[in-house]
């Protein structure tokens, strides 16, 4: 999976639709291997961000757990503290 795309499920507030959206062109820069479409591909780019969004926010809304809602803050402190042993020196 791409490192930019965050997981979206059980989070307390739910996921906003501009997190949904921003999963949704990451996931479509990866799959099309471009950042920026050209303007030929951009009707192309923006459409599949559109379907990709409407999927996941389908299926964010279908799925069920028995798991307590995850904390944004806690979350974000653990990737930071991953991050910083990744790309600590060596």
Not at 12 to 33: F, I
Request: proline share 7%; glycine share 2%; charged share 30%.
């Amino acid at each position: 999976m791409c490192r930019n795309i965050r997981v979206l499920h059980n989070f307390e507030p739910p996921a906003t639709e501009d997190e949904v959206h921003a999963a949704a062109v990451q996931y479509v820069r990866k799959v099309s291997g471009t950042t920026h479409p050209s303007a030929a591909n951009a009707e192309a780019f923006e459409a599949a961000v559109a379907a990709v969004a409407e999927a996941t926010r389908v299926l964010l809304d279908s799925l069920v757990t028995k798991a307590p809602p995850r904390d944004r803050e806690v979350e974000a402190a653990k990737a930071k503290a991953r991050a910083a042993d990744r790309y600590r020196p060596r």
